[in-house]
């Protein structure tokens, strides 16, 4: 089983629509079992590394992050449809053990 | 050592309270170390698979997670007192290595 | 690849700032991508096992988690800048694969 960590800003779209709901809502129609959005209270990706003054203003766009648990290949399947989005982030999979209650 | 993360919704209840503070007080008097309790903005899970017009209202019911660091020993106790309950739910397993400061 | 998260409450400071503006700050001169803070809704740590009648009161200091995932090297370097701090808390290490989108 894998745990897998989808993170973005909440600012992200996909067809003019927020990024989190669009991953929440393609998870849902991959049949994956246990969804789970967080959004944080700041943070940097690979492509924000811009160094200014107001340093924390970079949080405007806060980040957000969709956890998925799954079988291996479930979760595989999944990345290859992230990968074909467009947008700044960052894919963590970890693995992991579990069950439902 | 073992992180563990048992997800849920916030309305779930163990004895008329919050199953969050009922996980967080048995982790207390077991003596587990490094407790925390996130809310998520957004979430589904195995039973929550009912399709509906209004997609994103399912998340009503907000996910919590419940996470604990503890050794192996300890997350495998927690984990059997946890099955005892009775919830819509979700627990998951991650080897981790750690320490407190 | 490794996922660290390091866990302590709201109110520990580091030279009169929050401590997870600083972790963040020192994540980013240190060049590490990907870095997300969360703030929880719940906790206690090693430090904070104190039995009181308003138990629930100790989440006062609400937990906060600041997760970086980098490569191993950059990971142990930045563990060795913790630990030179002096605050209650936690640090979690998970092995971890990933990406940047």
């Known amino acids: 089983m894998k745990l897998l960590?989808?993170?973005?800003?909440?600012?992200?779209?996909?067809?003019?629509?927020p990024l989190f709901e669009y991953l929440t809502r393609l998870a849902y129609?991959?049949?994956?079992?246990?969804?789970?959005v967080f959004k944080g209270v700041m943070g940097f990706g690979e492509k924000?590394?811009?160094?200014?003054?107001?340093?924390?203003?970079?949080?405007?766009?806060?980040?957000?992050?969709?956890?998925i648990f799954d079988t291996d290949e479930k979760i595989a399947t999944f990345i290859?449809?992230?990968?074909?989005?467009?947008?700044?982030?960052?894919v963590v999979v970890l693995d992991a053990e579990g069950f439902h209650m």
Chains 1, 2, 3 share one sequence.
């Open 29 to 36: 129609e991959e049949g994956m079992k246990g969804v789970t």
């Open 48 to 67: 924000r590394h811009v160094h200014r003054s107001d340093f924390f203003s970079i949080s405007a766009d806060l980040p957000m992050v969709v956890e």
């Open 80 to 90: 290859e449809k992230v990968k074909e989005l467009k947008f700044d982030g960052l």
């Open 5 to 17: 960590r989808v993170y973005f800003g909440e600012k992200e779209k996909h067809r003019g629509r």
